[in-house]
């Protein structure tokens, strides 16, 4: 009988000291914020965005492949910004479906190019708190109802 009682408490040391080492790697390798590749997200700056609206034009005009393949590369990684409007995205969202070279450059395609980009600056960019929510949303009311 004490055979098997030393058995069971030298497991249960095993299991604790195995379980310590999982939680110790966990925290060490399975944390993001340790990890090189952790990024701050922050709002596209006024020069990402009027460098996109020259490509998008490029490949409007052009309607070469590598121009607008550039435009495609710049524009989709900021469909995962979360703190874009949903005004700016269906904005980038209208350029990546329309940036893309075709057979017949008429002025219904470069328009479709065209008319996004050059909403990008003016929808895309925060604005000055004192001006009001480039976002909308709901303002305080000062005046109380009764």
């Given at each position: 009988?004490?055979?098997?009682?030393?058995?069971?408490?030298?497991?249960?040391?095993?299991?604790?000291?195995?379980?310590?080492?999982?939680?110790l790697?966990l925290?060490?390798f399975?944390?993001?914020t340790?990890?090189?590749?952790?990024?701050?997200?922050?709002?596209?700056?006024?020069?990402?965005?009027?460098?996109i609206?020259?490509?998008?034009y490029?490949?409007?005009?052009?309607?070469?492949?590598?121009?607008?393949?550039?435009?495609?590369?710049?524009?989709?990684p900021?469909?995962?910004?979360?703190?874009?409007?949903i005004?700016?995205?269906?904005?980038?969202?209208?350029?990546?479906?329309?940036?893309?070279?075709?057979?017949?450059?008429?002025?219904?395609?470069?328009?479709?190019i065209?008319?996004?980009a050059?909403?990008?600056?003016?929808?895309?960019?925060?604005?000055?708190?004192?001006?009001?929510?480039?976002?909308g949303?709901?303002?305080?009311?000062?005046?109380?109802?009764?």
């Amino acid at each position: 009988m004490s055979n098997f009682k030393s058995y069971s408490t030298s497991k249960i040391r095993l299991l604790k000291l195995s379980s310590f080492f999982a939680v110790l790697t966990l925290f060490f390798f399975g944390n993001k914020t340790l990890s090189d590749d952790y990024k701050l997200e922050t709002l596209p700056s006024l020069k990402l965005l009027k460098t996109i609206q020259l490509k998008a034009y490029d490949c409007a005009r052009k309607n070469n492949e590598d121009s607008c393949l550039e435009t495609q590369n710049l524009v989709n990684p900021l469909m995962d910004n979360k703190l874009l409007s949903i005004s700016c995205k269906d904005t980038i969202w209208t350029l990546l479906m329309n940036a893309k070279k075709s057979s017949v450059n008429d002025l219904n395609r470069v328009n479709s190019i065209e008319s996004p980009a050059m909403k990008l600056t003016t929808i895309c960019l925060k604005k000055d708190k004192k001006q009001g929510s480039p976002r909308g949303g709901l303002r305080k009311n000062s005046q109380t109802r009764t």
